[in-house]
């Protein structure tokens, strides 16, 4: 069955950086772009980033363009989102989801817990 | 960017109600919007994409319209299971961006 089992959170201090991933299985991954989204504690849902299937195409909402990276591997099914200079404003359980916009199924991970605080 | 603008942001409704939630955006994105449905603890589910197009699985009770700046998603009689958080997600322009979501909670 299709699965996208996000990792790599936890606790980091502000300026600090993550790395989360997110591994694909049950679908054909190079077929999807990607999405990442995330939602800050008791709040609604931030698109952060899309990457194109093939990984050419990538984009990032305002608020962390120069501190985070996109990036996938195809060929191991995987999707990466590198997080630096990170603040308090990031903390947040990150989604990855696959095909968000439609149309065909879309795909979330279980989502990850991101807590940044000194 | 686009901003997108839900309402109402909570409501409170009765099982066999009919519930229409309204999305606006701040400038024309066609019909390239989607509705998420969100319960507590839980990954949000995608219920409608292109504004009209109700997922695979999801009951035949919500439905989606709308184009431009208006859209609608609308459940035609509440059950039991619908009381959650709303969201609308247009994906017309980069960044995408989320309503703020309509919380429908148990009259």
């Known amino acids: 069955q299709v699965q996208l089992v996000d990792s790599g959170g936890g606790l980091v201090r502000p300026g600090g950086s993550l790395r989360l991933s997110c591994a694909a299985s049950?679908?054909?991954?190079?077929?999807?772009?990607m999405s990442w989204i995330r939602q800050a504690p008791g709040k609604g849902l931030e698109w952060v980033s899309y990457?194109?299937?093939?990984?050419?195409?990538?984009y990032y909402t305002d608020s962390v363009k120069g501190r985070f990276t996109i990036s996938r591997d195809n060929a191991n099914n995987s999707l990466y989102l590198q997080m630096n200079s990170l603040r308090a404003e990031d903390t947040a359980v990150y989604y990855c989801?696959?095909?968000?916009?439609?149309?065909?199924?879309?795909?979330w991970g279980q989502g990850i817990l991101v807590t940044v605080s000194s | 960017d686009i901003q997108m603008t839900q309402s109402p942001s909570a409501m409170s409704a009765s099982v066999g109600d009919r519930v229409t939630i309204t999305c606006r955006a701040s400038?024309?994105?066609?019909?390239?919007l989607a509705w998420f449905q969100q319960k507590p603890g839980k990954v949000p589910k995608r219920l409608i994409y292109?504004?009209?197009n109700v997922q695979s699985g999801v009951p035949s009770r919500f439905s989606g319209s709308g184009s431009g700046t208006e859209f609608t998603l609308t459940i035609s009689s509440l059950q039991p299971e619908d009381f959650a958080t709303y969201y609308c997600?247009?994906?017309?322009?980069?960044?995408?961006?989320f309503g703020q979501g309509t919380k429908v909670e148990i009259k």
């Open positions: 989801a696959s095909a968000v916009a439609g149309p065909g199924n879309d795909y």
């Open positions: 049950g679908f054909t991954f190079t077929d999807y772009y």
């Open positions: 990457i194109g299937s093939s990984g050419d195409v990538i």
């Open positions: 400038q024309g994105i066609s019909i390239y």
């Open positions: 292109a504004s009209s």
């Open positions: 997600l247009q994906h017309d322009t980069f960044p995408w961006t």
